[in-house]
């Protein structure tokens, strides 16, 4: 097992387990959450390495959590998923983000 510890955000119950179980096997330890408020308590109890998020979650979105990752946390690389992509969000993540695909 690697020791790259991989934050997940993710309020789909099933898809947060697939992907966790998807890291596992690839040999990451993943760490799960699901909802932003609990990432960012996660985060002050453990270190990770990347956090991979939805975008579009409860009170507070991907788009959020990513601000405040980049406020708090700079150093730390973030990768959002989302299958409801907009101009609008595209428009935001090339603000706070330094990279964005």
Same mark, same amino acid.
């Given at each position: 097992?690697?020791?790259?510890?991989? /934050?997940?955000? @993710? +309020?789909?119950?099933?898809?947060? #387990? &697939?992907?966790? +179980?998807?890291? $596992?096997?690839?040999?990451?330890?993943? $760490? &799960?959450?699901?909802? &932003? @408020?609990?990432? /960012?308590? /996660?985060? *002050? *109890?453990? *270190? =990770?390495?990347?956090? =991979?998020?939805?975008?579009? !979650?409860?009170? %507070?979105?991907?788009?959020?959590?990513?601000?405040?990752?980049? #406020?708090?946390?700079?150093?730390?690389? %973030?990768? $959002? !998923?989302?299958?409801?992509?907009?101009?609008?969000?595209?428009?935001?993540?090339?603000?706070?983000?330094?990279?964005?695909?």
């Amino acid at each position: 097992m690697s020791d790259l510890v991989v /934050l997940v955000v @993710e +309020d789909d119950a099933g898809l947060r #387990e &697939a992907l966790c +179980d998807t890291l $596992l096997l690839a040999g990451y330890a993943p $760490l &799960a959450a699901d909802c &932003a @408020e609990q990432a /960012l308590l /996660l985060l *002050k *109890k453990q *270190k =990770v390495q990347l956090v =991979v998020s939805d975008v579009q !979650m409860g009170s %507070v979105s991907g788009l959020n959590l990513l601000q405040t990752l980049n #406020e708090h946390y700079p150093q730390l690389p %973030v990768l $959002l !998923m989302t299958a409801y992509a907009n101009v609008r969000m595209r428009l935001k993540l090339c603000v706070w983000a330094p990279l964005t695909i």
